[in-house]
């Protein structure tokens, strides 16, 4: 079935470093690749999203690109800062079947970010 | 738009008592489902539905009741409260699950905790 595995946190950064957080998938079709946001005490915010091969997603400086030949989404950040200590979710979307429109969610990554 | 809505924020109950949480949707979306979070598991799918009146079952069910008599509201039962399930509980919306470019609006959670 349709699956993601996400790299296991924490990840603890320095602001300004360079962020990775990897992102592989199972599916079959063509599914839509997603990254979503959990600030503390809040739900969920999509912070990018690629719905076919070689899509770059982009948004707040973050990047994540649908590579098909590796079934892969990672997400890039150049140059982290405090506020985006979060926790990261990496979610696909069935295209097809029975599970048309369900997300699969990773187990989610938590990003600290310290001065 | 108020966006996706779930009530209460937080609740206590005790073993073996029952409960419906809340959501509504003021987007006209079609599409609504139920997820829990727990620590280290990702977001799990409870119950989804496609449109009013039409509702299924997702990973998690067992122990879950819902209905959608409106395309706005989508309550969660908790029949027979357990301690299995303390967690936190997310409701999003979305057009369609057959919009290509669609995307899941989350609402901020509801925290149970079952004594």
């Known amino acids: 079935g349709d699956s993601v595995t996400q790299m296991e946190g924490p990840v603890t950064l320095s602001e300004e470093a360079f962020l990775t957080i990897n992102c592989t998938y199972t599916?079959?079709?063509?599914?839509?690749l997603f990254w979503y946001v959990q600030y503390p005490g809040e739900g969920l915010q999509l912070l990018l999203k690629?719905?076919?091969?070689?899509d770059k997603g982009s948004n707040k400086g973050f990047e994540a690109t649908y590579r098909k030949e590796t079934t892969s989404f990672h997400l890039e950040k150049g140059s982290v800062q405090v506020s985006d200590s979060a926790v990261y979710f990496c979610?696909?979307?069935?295209?097809?079947?029975?599970?048309?429109?369900?997300?699969?969610f990773g187990r989610g990554t938590q990003l600290t970010v310290w001065p | 738009n108020a966006g996706v809505t779930q009530t209460p924020k937080f609740q206590v109950l005790k073993t073996g008592q029952s409960m419906t949480l809340q959501c509504a949707q003021d987007?006209?979306?079609?599409?609504m489902s139920w997820y829990r979070q727990d620590p280290g598991m990702g977001l799990r799918l409870i119950h989804y539905?496609?449109?009013?009146?039409?509702?299924d079952q997702g990973e998690v069910p067992n122990g879950y009741n819902v209905s959608r008599s409106t395309t706005e509201d989508f309550p969660l039962r908790l029949l027979s409260a357990a301690p299995s399930q303390t967690s936190v509980y997310f409701c999003?919306?979305?057009?369609?699950?057959?919009?290509?470019?669609?995307?899941?609006?989350f609402g901020p959670g509801t925290r149970l905790l079952v004594l």
């Open positions: 999003a919306s979305s057009y369609s699950p057959g919009r290509y470019q669609e995307t899941q609006y």
């Open positions: 599916a079959t079709g063509y599914p839509s």
């Open positions: 690629a719905t076919k091969a070689d």
């Open positions: 979610a696909l979307r069935a295209d097809r079947g029975s599970t048309l429109g369900r997300l699969y």
């Open positions: 987007m006209n979306h079609e599409y």
């Open positions: 539905s496609v449109g009013a009146g039409i509702t």
